[in-house]
């Protein structure tokens, strides 16, 4: 009887050591697994629940999402995207653009209840993509020139969101959702800094640019349009799309002001870029080229990007037309008087002056605007 009691005793003992391990093991493993997961948390609950991701189209032909090299052609379009999680692929940010991806969806959540009324952001029509061994490539103009335009363009062509070094809320909330992202997991990032000052040179590997230029006469007008609309609540027509009066221009002194100030920005912003230029990949963009044919300027910016397309796709996907942030024209009446004009033309000489001096012509053709 003792025999079979202390064989008993020395069984539960053994069972009950190995509960005890097991419970430890167990707990320890739970806590190794939330760790790694939070490496790379999902946005924040109150935006998760208010961010509806838009479904996208099933996914055909090539879905290799192996890193690629530099130089390889970037084939992750809208319609051969591999397999996500999610419809904008967010397991291709970085972790630094994951945090970038929150931060600007927070506030432009904040900025939809506060104006809109609403919590629900657009996410538009655009996934990010896998960024190892790609360049990254700024996409860049003076502010008016038509940036925001081109975003939607490619966006809308290729199905690959743009960023951004900015967080404009209300694009965000106007279905951008690479607003805030710098990287390489987004096809081209906005900017409207010079290279080598600002914003800008937080980026590191930067290596190529899209600059995209327009008539100082338009541009000045755009942004100055930009400028004193700012604060619209209409949510059909973001800042980016509406225009003022005839009392804003002319011999108003604030218009009077900041046209000597920006005309000069305009021309330091042609001569960095020309400059930069001669030194990396930079494709250069007319604004009234890319007015006139859309689809050609397109499939320019397309084939520099790398990205993959096919001529079909390009022109379908144009035919809807995007001009939600491109103002069609600008009012009829002359935005100004003899004196600005003849100072305009005066910036547009010496900038041509300039760029000869330094060799860059062949780079940006200014003569355009003499």
């Not at 992750?76 to 940010?93: F, I, K, M, V, W």
């Not at 960024?131 to 081109?150: C, E, I, K, M």
């Not at 914003?199 to 290596?207: A, D």
């Not at 604004?287 to 001529?311: C, I």
Request: a positive charge; aromatic letters at 10%; charged letters at 20%.
């Amino acid at each position: 009887m003792a025999a079979h009691l202390r064989v008993f005793i020395a069984v539960v003992s053994v069972l009950t050591l190995l509960c005890v391990s097991y419970l430890i093991l167990g707990s320890d493993f739970k806590i190794h697994q939330t760790k790694t997961i939070s490496r790379a948390p999902l946005v924040k609950d109150a935006v998760l629940n208010a961010v509806k991701l838009q479904p996208q189209p099933p996914s055909r032909g090539n879905t290799d999402t192996s890193p690629m090299k530099e130089g390889q052609q970037l084939s992750q379009s809208l319609s051969t995207r591999g397999p996500c999680a999610d419809s904008l692929c967010l397991e291709y940010l970085s972790k630094s653009e994951r945090r970038e991806f929150d931060k600007c969806t927070s506030k432009g959540v904040s900025l939809s209840k506060k104006r809109f009324k609403s919590a629900t952001l657009s996410n538009g029509i655009c996934h990010f993509v896998n960024g190892a061994g790609r360049r990254r490539v700024a996409l860049a103009s003076f502010p008016g020139s038509g940036n925001t335009w081109v975003r939607g363009l490619l966006e809308m062509t290729s199905g690959i969101c743009t960023g951004s070094i900015y967080c404009d809320f209300s694009l965000r909330s106007n279905g951008f959702a690479g607003e805030g992202v710098r990287g390489s997991s987004v096809i081209a990032f906005k900017t409207h800094n010079s290279p080598g000052g600002g914003q800008i040179s937080r980026v590191k590997h930067y290596e190529a640019a899209v600059y995209i230029i327009r008539s100082p006469w338009d541009t000045l007008v755009a942004e100055w349009n930009r400028k004193n609309t700012a604060n619209s609540s209409v949510r059909n027509e973001t800042k980016h799309s509406l225009s003022v009066g005839v009392e804003y221009f002319g011999s108003n002194q604030e218009w009077e002001s900041y046209l000597h100030t920006w005309a000069d920005r305009w021309q330091n912003s042609v001569i960095k870029w020309a400059n930069f230029g001669k030194q990396r990949p930079l494709l250069v963009v007319y604004f009234e080229d890319l007015k006139a044919n859309v689809t050609g300027e397109v499939e320019r910016m397309l084939d520099f990007l790398q990205v993959s397309y096919s001529r079909e796709q390009v022109e379908e996907r144009l035919e809807q037309n995007f001009n939600f942030f491109k103002r069609s024209h600008h009012r009829e009446f002359e935005h100004y008087t003899t004196e600005q004009r003849a100072y305009i033309t005066q910036v547009v000489a010496k900038t041509k002056q300039e760029l000869e001096n330094s060799d860059s012509t062949g780079i940006i053709q200014i003569e355009r605007y003499t």
